[in-house]
């Protein structure tokens, strides 16, 4: 019986030494309602999710998106006469922890008034003491809005706008295994220790 014990230990311990590496876990925002269209006018979007997952720990965590946008035209104050395309945004946020976790994609400026195609994975970093803490349990709160530059010396007088085809939060860390695969594992180390 001692040997079974220490069999099943080992079984445990290897799984979990076997679960250094990164697990992947995507979430498609556009199945959860997440809008395809930006602008000045658009209230921001926000969701709360569950990934379905534990983790044992958070290394990163992206933005997968892509779509168009078309940039703003802006005047400077002391020159109205003037119009010039300036860059306008999307942003997604996962909240403060306590500082502001985000990611923002910027464009269309270049091509003017032609909109500009994005398709990137973007890393929300942490600032500060920010960590991923309250999201090892796999649930959060996540926002997507649209977002212009502060101008001290100017505004826009035409506001872009951003359509997203893509916009997939995706989640690298290492999953807490379920009870049912320690079991697994368990049984696994047993039917080895039986065929030697």
Not at 56 to 79: P, Q
Not at 138 to 161: A, K
Request: charged fraction near 15%; hydrophobic fraction near 45%.
């Amino acid at each position: 019986m001692r040997k079974i014990i220490l069999t099943i230990l080992v079984a445990v311990v290897l799984g979990f030494g076997g679960m250094a590496d990164a697990d992947i876990v995507e979430l498609n925002l556009l199945d959860l309602g997440c809008p395809t269209e930006f602008n000045w006018d658009s209230p921001y979007w926000t969701t709360n999710f569950d990934l379905g997952v534990t983790f044992f720990e958070i290394s990163h965590v992206y933005m997968d998106w892509s779509g168009e946008i078309t940039a703003g035209l802006a005047i400077l104050y002391d020159n109205p006469d003037e119009p010039f395309p300036l860059d306008v945004g999307v942003y997604t946020s996962l909240g403060f922890n306590p500082y502001l976790r985000r990611a923002t994609i910027w464009g269309g400026e270049t091509t003017y008034p032609e909109t500009q195609v994005f398709d990137c994975l973007s890393e929300i970093g942490l600032t500060g003491t920010s960590t991923w803490s309250d999201l090892l349990d796999g649930q959060g709160t996540i926002t997507i809005g649209y977002t212009e530059f502060i101008m001290l010396f100017g505004r826009y007088v035409e506001h872009g706008f951003v359509n997203l085809t893509k916009a997939t939060l995706v989640v690298d860390g290492v999953i807490v295994p379920e009870p049912a695969t320690f079991l697994l594992m368990g049984l696994g180390g047993l039917l080895l220790r039986k065929k030697e």
